[in-house]
């Protein structure tokens, strides 16, 4: 009887391992792309700490991208959220008068590089969804 709870215990703790790195590992990314997004936040006019709370930081990037912020909710629907990513990351590539390939493959794809490329690179933030009318606090710089 206690080989076999032994048996059970073991299994349990060898399979917290997965668990607690894949946690760790999503943690990790979360983080790195909220760092990378809080520069490009700050260059189009909005506040960079936005980027570290989630389901805030979807509204302000659908904001960015030019669409209204409560379209954030299609980001939770299975199959619609792979389509509102691409037009999301296009529009927010325009926003920084970036082409179609650079929007697909660095800000879907690839979006920690990608976000990190626009904010802390030499892109010119030109209005929300690439649209010249700036957002109204671009004009005023937030204090970070």
Avoid: Q
């Amino acid at each position: 009887m206690f080989e076999s709870v032994a048996r059970l215990l073991d299994a349990t703790h060898s399979s917290l391992i997965p668990t607690t790195t894949s946690v760790a590992t999503g943690v990790v990314a979360y983080l790195l792309f909220a760092f990378a997004l809080w520069p490009v936040l700050v260059k189009s006019g909005r506040h960079g700490w936005g980027a570290f709370i989630p389901f805030y930081n979807t509204y302000l990037m659908e904001e960015l991208a030019g669409f209204r912020g409560w379209l954030a909710i299609l980001f939770y629907v299975p199959v619609v959220n792979l389509v509102m990513g691409i037009l999301v990351a296009r529009g927010n590539g325009k926003a920084f008068a970036k082409g179609a390939g650079f929007s697909f493959w660095m800000l879907w794809v690839l979006p920690i590089l990608g976000y990190a490329i626009l904010g802390l690179g030499k892109a010119k933030y030109i209005g929300d969804g690439g649209r010249t009318a700036h957002h109204p606090a671009a004009s005023a710089t937030p204090s970070a």
